[in-house]
């Protein structure tokens, strides 16, 4: 296959709610997205869409970046093995460099293009079977619904699997929160919690110990310094998962730390899908399941976030793209929609190609 042509094109979608990240408030999503084909008009997409707050980059970067790759690529053969996902895309487009969501987008659509040029859907790239289906973790972030009320409803419409956000307020708030939720969803509902690196020490083992009766799965990256994490769970006894600290890691990863029982693993920001599928090949030899998870991306990306999950991670695990409900509208014209609390692999692969291009701005054309 003979890569013969790129596209760019602009977006923004306005948001559902407003969306609070580290002390940004958000209320539209700006993206490119990038589109690719070969010699016989097969077409790949992706979707860039840097995070405020958590890309160091910004749309302006990713254009250049892409540009300059683009005078590239055109004419450059593609690699059928790349989807093996064991170095190639680094060696591949080793000579570019690329921040994290560039370089996703890239592997994204190139993965894409070459599942289209074989009639397959991304999840039968990979030739290893997939899950039929995928369960998501309701996420609980927006402070302007009743906590009590936003759980329940989505206890009530089909999520087993509900993730709380803390370290914003109080510890005392904080665990009140976590025992308001745990009565609305009972006992039978896993309940994960997020605590983006906000407290010292002191403070998380206090937090964990004031809800060690709530039954709680996981606490995401409680600690400021992510050296102590180990020491936090011999002193609580609560099982961790990394997120920010991931980013530190680097390939292969020989010693976990104490207590780590999953990896939450976005792809955007780690800088692809062949690192996060390697990420996730190392954390299993370890008995650490992965959690795949979005920035907050239109269904073009979570399409084949929810495949990549189904083909990669535990049929029994819930993924983190429950972020779908934030945007008040898709770029695709069959929106990613997952129905009580579950997304059916092969509906969302068949909605992959509808993107709706008059939603989109061409920013520049390669070929």
Wanted: glycine share 8%; hydrophobic share 40%.
């Amino acid at each position: 296959m003979i890569l013969t042509g790129m596209e760019v094109y602009s977006y923004s979608l306005p948001l559902a709610f407003p969306l609070v990240l580290k002390n940004i408030r958000i209320t539209s999503r700006q993206g490119l997205v990038l589109r690719l084909w070969d010699e016989k008009g097969n077409m790949g997409y992706s979707e860039i869409a840097p995070l405020p707050g958590f890309h160091s980059e910004t749309l302006r970067d990713v254009e250049n970046e892409l540009k300059e790759a683009g005078e590239h690529l055109p004419g450059k053969k593609v690699l059928q093995t790349l989807h093996n996902l064991d170095g190639q895309f680094q060696r591949w487009l080793g000579k570019y460099s690329l921040h994290a969501s560039t370089r996703n987008g890239l592997e994204l659509a190139i993965l894409n293009l070459l599942a289209t040029s074989r009639q397959l859907r991304l999840a039968e790239l990979f030739a290893i079977p997939s899950c039929t289906e995928i369960k998501l973790n309701g996420l609980l972030i927006d402070p302007q619904q009743d906590l009590f009320i936003r759980a329940k409803m989505l206890v009530d419409s089909g999520y087993d699997t509900l993730k709380l956000k803390v370290g914003r307020d109080d510890i005392l708030s904080d665990v009140e929160k976590v025992k308001i939720i745990r009565e609305a969803m009972g006992q039978r509902v896993n309940l994960r919690l997020d605590a983006n690196q906000a407290w010292s020490m002191e403070e998380a083992v206090s937090f964990a110990r004031d809800v060690s009766s709530q039954g709680i799965e996981y606490i995401e990256e409680p600690l400021q310094d992510s050296s102590g994490l180990g020491g936090f769970y011999r002193e609580t006894g609560m099982p961790v998962a990394l997120d920010e600290s991931v980013l530190n890691l680097e390939l292969p990863v020989k010693t976990w730390p104490e207590g780590v029982k999953a990896l939450v693993l976005k792809p955007a920001l780690l800088g692809g899908i062949e690192k996060t599928v390697q990420l996730i090949r190392s954390a299993q030899k370890a008995g650490i399941y992965a959690v795949i998870s979005s920035v907050f991306e239109s269904g073009i990306n979570l399409t084949a976030l929810a495949q990549l999950a189904g083909v990669f991670c535990p049929p029994d695990k819930t993924m983190g793209l429950d972020t779908w409900r934030w945007l008040g509208e898709d770029l695709l014209s069959r929106p990613f929609r997952p129905e009580k609390g579950r997304v059916n692999i092969k509906e969302v692969a068949a909605r992959a190609g509808s993107v709706r291009l008059e939603k989109l701005k061409s920013v520049f054309r390669l070929n």
